[in-house]
């Protein structure tokens, strides 16, 4: 059983293995906010439809990431989620694996670091429990049924975070000029919440939860606590996505960058740590099904004009096997998709 970064709470220094090779240590750690390159707020609760849209196309293509606020989740929705992951990771590790252990395909699960604990070379300061987002019995049953409350609560919070991703897709497939229902196929029928906890670190400029990547996903919708740590690489800098209560932050993912042909940015982020607070986030991936098809939107690109497509077609699961197992290696990862590779 791997060890959880939760297990190891009253640690005085680093443990070896999570100690980062000096290129992609952190170092220092400074959270001063940047006025001038701050992450984008948007308001989803106004009237002008197109005026949301274009903001939203804006901060896409310019930062991959932006938090919206009047997004109809309500707060004391967020607040019983957060209360009850906090809860589940604050378990005993091996009542915690008992109850992940229900799955015979291992869609629910708990690990630490990355899924590929037993062969990195590092480990990050994270535990993990993933599971499908689709509170459907057939999912659910192998859901956490400790805490009492987490399958309601969470259940709950899956249907309305999947609404309120429904609903920001429409808006991107309206700014990219697609037809309003391009991603409500296929291409977002598997949604996949991740919660994550990073405990108390006692040396974070050595170590980092999680290292610079993309999502695979089309978009992440995350719920993040009040304490910073995920932070989003522009323009050669770190910027820390300020937690702004009962907001969400969003961000684009590598599937919507190949769909749009590069048009909107799957933006590389990471998780620092620190030493005061623990953080947990909840993680709502919007997947494709895995035998769905990703590609260049048809509309998006011409064969003999301006436009070729960046990206070859894949089916999804290919996509997602290659990425994790390449997930470290942003260059192999966009050799293996892109079009110059047919
Ligand atoms: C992720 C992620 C950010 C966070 O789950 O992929 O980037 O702040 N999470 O936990
Ligand atoms: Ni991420």
Known sequence: ??????????????????????????????????????IPVLDLGGHDRNEIIQQIMKASQEFGFFQVINHGVSKELMDETMNVVKEFHAMPAKDKFLECSKDPNRNCKLYTSSEKYATEE??????????????????????????TRYREVVGTYSNEVKQLGSRILKLISQGLKLSSGYFSGSLSTSPTILINHYPRCPEPSLTLGLPRHRDPS???????????????????????????????????????????????????????????????????????????IIE???????????????????????????????????????????????
Not at 18 to 30: A, D, H, K, T
Not at 270 to 291: C, H, L, M
Request: with cysteine.
């Open 296 to 342: 260049p939107a048809k509309p998006l690109v011409s064969t003999c004009g301006d436009h070729p497509p960046l990206y070859r077609a894949l089916k999804f699961k290919d996509f997602h096997i290659n990425f994790l197992s390449k997930s470290a290696d942003a260059e192999a990862v966009h050799d293996f998709i892109s079009s110059k590779n047919i």
């Open 218 to 292: 089309l978009i992440t919708i995350i719920l993040q606590d009040h304490v910073q740590g995920l932070q989003v690489f522009k323009d050669g800098e770190w910027i820390t996505v300020e937690p702004l209560p009962h907001a969400f932050v969003v961000n684009i993912g590598y599937v919507l960058q190949i769909v749009s042909n590069d048009k909107l940015n799957g933006a590389e982020h990471r998780v620092v740590t620190n030493s005061s607070d623990a953080r947990t986030t909840v993680s709502f991936f919007i997947y494709p099904s895995s035998e769905s």
């Open 1 to 38: 059983m791997e060890g959880l970064v939760s297990s190891l709470f009253d640690v005085q220094s680093l443990p070896e293995t999570y100690v980062l090779p000096p290129e992609i240590r952190p170092g220092e750690l400074s959270f001063r906010p940047d006025e001038s390159n701050n």
């Open 122 to 147: 590092v480990h990050y300061w994270r535990d993990c429990l993933m599971h499908s987002a689709l509170s459907t019995e057939e999912y659910m049953q192998f859901w956490p049924a400790n805490p």
